[in-house]
């Protein structure tokens, strides 16, 4: 009997040993984190990952932090896996991660890209991590998916509440528009009627975990003047690190995509039910080691993808320079690799080749530098979706017009920041949006000359921004081709036709043959 009581008396100690440094006096660590396409990390697994994710989440539990982890939505689609698991392995090893620390998600657009509920329903009944929504709601007709959608979520920290409200982007602002997901585009109004009745619960502390544009998030971070609860929102959508902090407040944070930058927000309670935030801004590099747990689960989905693509690591050509295709740079600026797949549009169609096309850096997935090797994989990564094009015939004025949209808005990395063929372009930023071209020219003789107003010119574009994506809005009252020659297969023929040769491809941009310039104050000339 005795002994019974001593063991159960020594099991209770245990627990409480386990159990109090974690949840009472150690605080809260979040890691955040948005807009991951791979299981893997990027550059050759030297950055970025959730592998090295595990192993922060592991080193604050050591310290006995509760760790909790948040996701800005993006996920399942798109990638190269996503074309073969719609979106599972992600679902996979995300749950792993919910299995060390519980991980609160909210979708992104890209949760919806499939037209049709199966796939959406089949990744939310396989997750185990908890799918956070306040502005939409699931309408998949599948009862079980549709039910785990959590809104006016809380979640316990000893004795404190936490409660997190999220929202996310409608399709009238870039977001996908599906019958299968009902999205409220008022988010404001969402967010302040959700912390109200988070506060209303009592809780200690409330956080936003988003998917809008960080314009909307600022938005909503002045929220905190009326609501002093509301300690922070962090979001996805944008793929480069995103910080804003003003008194009176909540600060606003966001990675940089595939984990290459996640935050550390560390939340400690005082007695007089106030709390301290501590935000730190985590660069993954190969200084944080991976987590051999997690790598298992890693090598597991590049062992199936290799069953399903043998010819992936298949070597198909050479790049004469490292052609950098980081979403961050993409997005943003021209780049070697960008510059190639706009130059192989040109050719979709026969001789002789269209004078001008173009293409929004966003459909460019692969996030990484390609050099040396090209691999089919570079291919197959830089390709997360299909991307069928369409010519048609546009003047030189209508041109101009149809590009002012890959201009707009601020100067930070934006998906339909245009990779160009057959013309150069010189933008001033300071000038109002859709009046920020200053010059577009077309090549004449050995040089350039500006675009003729009247002239009729053969664009090639994505069917994707031929049907208005990404802002750009293109006449149709003029002969258009059906979508057909597929991006991808034109890339891959073109390095395959150079290693033919025995040539690599790809040219460095330097200031002579750059196609893109911002001006810097509006001052210096365009191009010399
Ligand atoms: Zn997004």
Excluded at 351 to 361: K, R
Excluded at 411 to 423: A, D, K, R
């Amino acid at each position: 009997m005795n002994k019974i009581i001593a063991l159960i008396a020594a099991a209770l100690l245990l627990s409480a040993c386990a159990t109090a440094p974690a949840t009472q006096s150690e605080g809260l660590t979040f890691f955040h984190l948005n807009d991951t396409y791979r299981v893997g990390a990027v550059e050759d697994g030297t950055a970025g990952g959730f592998s090295r994710v595990v192993t922060l989440m592991r080193e604050q539990q050591a310290r006995g932090r509760d760790v909790r982890i948040l996701h800005g939505g993006d996920f399942l689609y798109p990638s190269l896996e996503s074309q073969l698991w719609d979106g599972l392995q992600m679902v996979d090893a995300m749950n792993f991660m919910d299995a060390v620390a519980h991980m609160y998600v909210v979708s992104g657009n890209h949760e919806f890209d499939r037209r049709g509920p199966e796939q959406l329903a089949a990744a939310v009944n396989a997750s185990e991590f908890d799918w956070l929504g306040d502005n939409y709601r699931f309408r998949t007709g599948d009862e079980s998916a549709d039910s785990a959608l959590r809104s006016g979520f809380t979640f316990q920290h000893g004795d404190k509440t936490v409660g997190i409200f999220s929202v996310t982007l409608h399709g009238d602002h870039g977001g996908n528009s599906r019958d299968y997901v009902e999205i409220d585009p008022d988010y404001l109004a969402v967010a302040e009627r959700s912390i109200a009745a988070l506060e209303e619960r009592g809780a200690d502390l409330i956080i936003g975990v988003t998917h809008v544009h960080m314009w909307t998030d600022v938005e909503m971070a002045q929220l905190k003047t009326k609501h002093p609860k509301l300690a922070f929102i962090v979001g996805g959508h944008e793929h480069e690190p995103q910080f804003y902090k003003m008194p009176n407040a909540a600060l606003v944070m966001k990675g940089a995509s595939n984990a290459r930058v996640i935050w550390q927000i560390d939340v400690d309670f005082n007695n007089d039910s106030g709390y301290v935030v501590n935000e730190s801004r985590i660069v993954l590099d190969e200084a944080i080691a991976l987590d051999p747990e997690y790598e298992v689960l890693a090598a597991k989905w590049r062992r199936r993808l290799l069953e399903k693509f043998p010819f992936l690591e298949a070597r198909v050509g050479m790049a004469a320079e490292k052609m950098d295709a980081r979403e961050e740079i993409i997005r943003s600026t021209e780049t070697s690799w960008g510059n190639f797949v706009a130059d192989q549009m040109r050719g979709a169609f026969g001789d002789p080749q269209a004078d001008l096309a173009f293409i929004n850096s966003g459909t460019l997935r692969i996030d990484d530098y390609i050099e040396d090797d090209i691999l089919f994989e570079d291919i197959g990564r830089t390709f997360g979706f299909s991307s069928f094009l369409r010519h048609t015939t546009l003047t030189g004025a209508e041109f101009k017009t149809v590009m002012e949209a890959g201009y707009r808005g601020g100067p930070e990395s934006q998906g339909y920041f245009p990779q160009v063929s057959g013309f150069r372009v010189c933008v001033d930023r300071s000038r109002k949006e859709f009046d920020r071209i200053v010059s577009l020219q077309v090549p004449d003789g050995d040089g350039w000359k500006e675009i003729e107003a009247d002239r009729e010119y053969v664009v090639v574009v994505p069917d994707f921004l031929y049907g208005g994506g990404d802002g750009y809005d293109i006449p149709k009252d003029r002969f258009a081709s059906r979508p057909a020659s597929e991006l991808k297969y034109l890339v891959l023929d073109a390095i395959l036709r150079a290693q033919g040769l025995g040539k690599p491809v790809g040219e460095p941009v330097t200031p002579e043959n750059r196609r893109h310039h911002s001006l810097r104050e509006g001052k210096e000339p365009c191009f010399n």
